[in-house]
């Protein structure tokens, strides 16, 4: 059974920082890419980074907004994916999602607050 379980989120003021983890169960983690989504209120889900797997294991990709102030990383040996947010902004308010693309997996999400 595939599990996505994302952690790590929280209430946090304009200019903190916030580290989300993805824990993954039921996959093989190392031959698998993952991305993270985010959904603010009223907006689509949008993709935020993803990192890939295998021979792409040092691919990484981010939306322009969080270009410089985010990082994605694994960790196969924990079975982890996570995403490092610094300078965090008010817009960066959303559900954030963990998400498994070759499986077409979605994580329960985890709400992310940032006040001005």
């Known amino acids: 059974q595939v599990q996505l379980v994302e952690s790590g989120g929280g209430l946090v003021q304009a200019g903190g920082s916030l580290r989300l983890s993805c824990a993954a169960s039921?996959?093989?983690?190392?031959?698998?890419?993952f991305a993270w989504y985010r959904q603010a209120p009223g907006k689509q889900r949008e993709l935020v980074a993803e990192i890939g797997s295998g021979a792409r294991v040092n691919y990484v990709n981010y939306v322009d907004s969080v270009e410089g102030r985010f990082t994605i990383s694994r960790d196969n040996a924990k079975n982890t994916v996570y995403l490092q947010m610094n300078s965090l902004k008010p817009e960066d308010t959303a559900v954030y999602y963990c998400?498994?693309?070759?499986?077409?997996?979605w994580g329960q999400g985890t709400q992310v607050t940032v006040s001005s």
């Open positions: 039921g996959i093989t983690f190392s031959r698998n890419g």
């Open positions: 998400y498994a693309p070759q499986l077409r997996y």
